[in-house]
């Protein structure tokens, strides 16, 4: 009987050939022969090389019912697709369908997996919750930091339960359901958060298909083709359209939000992915807010005569980002404004101050993260998303970094007194998460008043 791997080798063109493709050597090539198998990471790339189905790549005679090129285990309904071929079976809920490609990453916190879910920092991402229990406490129409999700599925590791809390106005999978949005239960999110923390995060598909038929090689190729998230300008994908007023302020027990009626300054906030507690942060401090699309000019934010100038969170490259922010950015700077910028716009301001940014292995999210400021040597718990950062080596001299990460000494901060500006690569406004660092708007606003 012919060795099925021999065959597979014989349509890439010869086992040197396959060598060349796949990125092995002949030792690895021998092993396969020995074993008849070819490693699953390779058959997404065979696939789309040869043509050949699953079934062919493996050796089997026909596909299996359900899926090109096996069996769907008993029970399981989505699958979590990797790029190297790696599947993780599980229970779908939320919207039927297969989600658009995106970087899988994982979050930390254990609370606020709607505000999670509706930050707009986590567009062309699958968010892995490393917390078991998501769900039980439902959704509502509060705790929502924008009004549509940015995230393109989510990773559980329990089945979403009913809702158990007072403010709940409906299930997750319900909310999910409207929302075009797709998850999976029943995955061992242990074993995928320690695949990313030890190789990086990976591209990847979630599949919930309504008539329950896999094509997992497919799948794998459209992770695969994916061309990540760096060099990606994901900020005109979550901005607003057109400016518009916010005077909201923060949730308070018994009365839900308010409204800022006595404002003393007037700030500009760039929208990169703007989270709403940030703005409301900024009219509890005593702002009047307006609030501008990402690609705004120097021009149009003079042109509302500020007192300060904000540059909110947002996903994707800032390097990409930067095409158009970095000029707006050094134009305000130029009037003498106050600028202060959190998570992208920190790194968007280290662009424009003449930094570079660099994406990092894992990235940082959660509502856990240790930072240090460095001239109080306070540590602050803090709340993160993010997925690049800004290199401290290449800012310039008047650039001084204040913060540090405690998990990994990357930069989390800095400041550049000559030009009144300030960032932080944290989110001082959480939700979800801690409030140490919520001062930080009065920093700015100290700022405003002594200009």
């Known amino acids: 009987m012919t060795n099925h791997v021999d065959l597979v080798?014989?349509?890439l063109g010869g086992a040197d050939a396959a060598g060349r493709l796949l990125g092995v050597g002949g030792e690895a090539i021998r092993k396969w022969r020995q074993a008849d198998a070819i490693p699953a990471r390779h058959w997404p790339a065979i696939a789309q090389a040869t043509g050949m189905s699953m079934a062919e790549i493996q050796g089997e005679a026909e596909p299996a019912p359900g899926l090109a090129g096996g069996t769907v285990p008993a029970g399981a309904t989505a699958a979590l697709v990797l790029a190297d071929g790696t599947v993780f079976w599980g229970e779908g809920f939320g919207a039927a369908g297969t989600s658009r490609p995106?970087?899988?990453?994982?979050?930390?916190?254990?609370?606020?997996?709607?505000?999670?879910?509706?930050?707009?920092?986590?567009?062309?991402?699958?968010?892995?919750?490393?917390?078991?229990?998501?769900?039980?406490?439902?959704?509502?129409?509060?705790?929502?930091?924008?009004?549509?999700?940015?995230?393109?599925?989510?990773?559980?590791k329990?089945?979403?339960?009913?809702?158990?809390?007072?403010?709940?106005?409906?299930?997750?999978?319900?909310?999910?359901?409207?929302?075009?949005?797709?998850?999976?239960?029943?995955?061992?999110?242990?074993?995928?958060?320690?695949?990313?923390?030890?190789?990086?995060?990976?591209?990847?598909?979630?599949?919930?298909?309504?008539?329950?038929?896999?094509?997992?090689?497919?799948?794998?190729?459209?992770?695969?083709?994916?061309?990540?998230l760096e060099g990606m300008d994901l900020a005109k994908e979550v901005s607003c359209s057109q400016s518009y007023a916010w005077d909201e302020t923060g949730?308070?027990?018994?009365?839900?939000?308010?409204?800022?009626?006595?404002?003393?300054?007037?700030?500009?906030?760039v929208d990169y992915g703007a989270k709403r507690n940030i703005l409301r942060?900024?009219?509890?401090?005593?702002?009047?807010?307006?609030?501008?699309?990402?690609?705004?000019?120097?021009?149009?934010?003079?042109?509302?005569?500020?007192?300060?100038?904000?540059?909110?969170?947002?996903?994707?490259?800032?390097?990409?980002?930067?095409?158009?922010?970095?000029?707006?950015?050094?134009?305000?700077?130029?009037?003498?404004?106050?600028?202060f910028g959190i998570c992208l716009g920190h790194q968007l301001l280290a662009l424009a101050l003449g930094g570079r940014t660099f994406k990092l292995a894992r990235g940082h999210r959660g509502a856990n993260q240790p930072v240090k400021e460095l001239a109080t040597g306070q540590v602050a718990i803090t709340s993160q998303n993010h997925g690049f950062a800004v290199d401290p080596q290449s800012l310039p001299a008047d650039v001084s970094v204040t913060h540090v990460s405690l998990f990994d000494g990357s930069n989390e901060g800095i400041a550049c007194p000559a030009r009144r500006a300030f960032s932080v690569q944290y989110h001082p406004e959480a939700s979800p998460g801690p409030s140490d660092a919520r001062p930080l708007f009065g920093r700015f606003v100290a700022m405003m008043e002594t200009r």
């Open 9 to 11: 080798l014989s349509q």
């Open 102 to 156: 995106a970087e899988i990453c994982f979050n930390t916190g254990m609370t606020g997996y709607q505000e999670t879910l509706t930050d707009p920092s986590y567009a062309g991402q699958i968010i892995t919750f490393t917390f078991p229990h998501i769900g039980n406490v439902g959704a509502n129409r509060e705790d929502i930091e924008a009004t549509n999700i940015a995230a393109r599925g989510l990773v559980v």
């Open 158 to 228: 329990e089945d979403p339960t009913a809702p158990a809390n007072w403010r709940a106005e409906t299930r997750l999978d319900d909310w999910l359901r409207t929302r075009g949005v797709a998850g999976i239960a029943g995955v061992d999110t242990r074993a995928l958060t320690r695949r990313i923390r030890d190789q990086g995060a990976p591209n990847g598909v979630l599949s919930f298909p309504a008539d329950g038929r896999f094509d997992i090689p497919a799948l794998a190729a459209a992770a695969a083709a994916w061309p990540g």
């Open 251 to 269: 949730w308070v027990w018994g009365r839900g939000y308010g409204h800022q009626e006595q404002p003393r300054h007037h700030v500009v906030a």
């Open 281 to 339: 942060c900024l009219a509890d401090a005593g702002c009047r807010v307006t609030v501008v699309p990402a690609t705004a000019t120097a021009g149009e934010i003079l042109a509302h005569r500020p007192d300060g100038v904000f540059l909110s969170n947002g996903p994707g490259d800032p390097a990409a980002t930067g095409a158009y922010a970095v000029p707006a950015i050094r134009g305000v700077l130029e009037a003498g404004l106050p600028v």
